[in-house]
C-alpha cells in the first residue's frame, strides 16, 4: 500500500514563500501522474492545484500560474509544490495526489496559511 506524507505547510503572510513536499513510501516512477489539491477553508471540493506527469508535463489552475511550481524528484521519491507570491485566498488544507494504474493515493493533508 503507497503512503503520501506532506510536509512544509504552515503560516506566511502574504507575499511569502513555501515549499510543500509530499514523500511517497515507495518509488514513484511508476506514478502516471502527481498532484496537489486544495480544499479552501468552508468549501467542501478540493481544488486541483497543479499536475506533474511522469515525462515533466506540467498543468496549473489558472489562479497560481507563475506563482507556483510543481516538480517530483524520482530518486527520493518525493514531489515538490514551491509557492511564492503567496495571497490570502491561497488559504486550504494541501492535498498530495498520485495516481497509478486504476489506483489513487491522497496524503493526510497540510494546512497552509497566508496572513493579510
Known amino acids: 500500500q503507497v503512503q503520501l506524507v506532506e510536509s512544509g505547510g504552515g503560516l506566511v503572510q502574504a507575499g511569502g514563500s513555501l515549499r510543500l513536499s509530499c514523500a511517497a513510501s515507495?518509488?514513484?516512477?511508476?506514478?502516471?501522474?502527481m498532484g496537489w489539491y486544495r480544499q479552501a477553508p468552508g468549501k467542501q471540493q478540493r481544488e486541483l492545484v497543479a499536475?506533474?506527469?511522469?515525462?515533466?508535463?506540467?498543468t496549473y489552475v489558472d489562479s497560481v500560474k507563475g506563482r507556483f511550481t510543481i516538480s517530483r524528484d524520482n530518486a527520493k521519491n518525493t514531489e515538490y509544490l514551491q509557492m511564492n507570491t503567496l495571497k490570502p485566498e491561497d488559504t486550504a488544507v494541501y492535498y498530495c495526489?498520485?495516481?497509478?494504474?486504476?489506483?489513487?493515493?491522497w496524503g493526510q493533508g497540510t494546512q497552509v496559511t497566508v496572513s493579510s
Open positions: 499536475l506533474i506527469g511522469s515525462g515533466g508535463h506540467t
Open positions: 495526489y498520485a495516481v497509478r494504474a486504476a489506483n489513487t493515493y
Open positions: 515507495g518509488s514513484i516512477s511508476s506514478f502516471a501522474f
